[in-house]
């Protein structure tokens, strides 16, 4: 294969606000892929993908950071056909808050577009998840996390179902 990222990130002084911006581009020959359909791998004799990635963040205040992350993605095989399960277009929002030292809470929202299946189209979708943690000492931190938030129905890969509204919690022990 070969390929090249070219990009540019930009940073305010004190941290508080960034911008990247990157296109990529590679050329595979040969590329080795599973594939459902055929019950295994298969050779795909080439691939040529590009695009553009954007990502930004923004904290207006010292306890709140926004972030946003979006990337164009144009991948065809030798015959020009978009490859399967690779969506053109994906994207990211996050607020997360920061409060005091101890305790940190996400929320993320996926979005993941419209993508070419062997057997159809797998529907454009978002999911919402939240994340949470506080941390009692340096080397004790509770966490729990909410996936699909909001009980979204949706399928990563055509025909196979994904779980519903569906939670963690833990301790992490450093030592």
């Not at 070219?6 to 940073?11: E, I, N, P, Q, S």
């Not at 690779?86 to 920061?98: D, E, G, I, Q, V």
């Given at each position: 294969?070969t390929?090249?990222d070219?990009?540019?990130?930009?940073?305010?002084?004190d941290?508080?606000?960034?911008?990247?911006?990157?296109?990529?581009?590679?050329?595979?020959e040969?590329q080795?892929?599973?594939?459902f359909?055929?019950?295994?791998?298969?050779?795909?004799?080439?691939?040529?993908?590009?695009?553009v990635?954007?990502?930004?963040s923004?904290?207006?205040?010292?306890?709140?950071?926004?972030?946003?992350?979006?990337?164009?993605?144009?991948?065809?095989?030798?015959?020009?056909?978009?490859?399967?399960r690779?969506?053109?277009?994906?994207?990211?929002?996050?607020?997360?808050?920061?409060p005091?030292?101890?305790?940190?809470?996400?929320?993320?929202?996926?979005y993941?577009?419209?993508?070419?299946?062997?057997?159809?189209?797998v529907?454009?979708?978002?999911?919402?998840?939240?994340?949470?943690?506080?941390?009692?000492?340096q080397?004790?931190?509770?966490?729990?996390?909410?996936?699909?938030?909001?009980?979204?129905?949706?399928?990563?890969?055509?025909?196979?179902?994904t779980?519903?509204?569906?939670?963690?919690?833990g301790?992490r022990?450093?030592?």
């Open positions: 294969s390929g090249f070219l990009g540019v990130d930009f940073a305010s002084d941290g508080s606000k960034s911008l990247s911006v990157t296109y990529f581009n590679q050329d595979i040969d080795i892929n599973f594939s359909a055929v019950g295994g791998y298969e050779n795909i004799a080439s691939v040529d993908s590009q695009g990635e954007i990502s930004g923004i904290a207006p205040v010292s306890w709140l950071t926004l972030g946003a992350d979006y990337t164009f993605m144009d991948v065809e095989d030798q015959d020009g056909a978009q490859l399967v690779l969506p053109r277009n994906t994207a990211n929002l996050s607020a997360t808050l920061t005091n030292e101890a305790i940190s809470a996400t929320i993320f929202a996926r993941n577009g419209s993508e070419e299946d062997r057997r159809g189209v529907d454009d979708w978002v999911r919402v998840d939240l994340s949470a943690q506080y941390r009692f000492s080397s004790i931190e509770a966490f729990a996390r909410v996936e699909n938030l909001l009980d979204a129905d949706y399928q990563q890969i055509l025909g196979y179902g779980p519903g509204i569906s939670g963690s919690i301790v022990l450093r030592l």
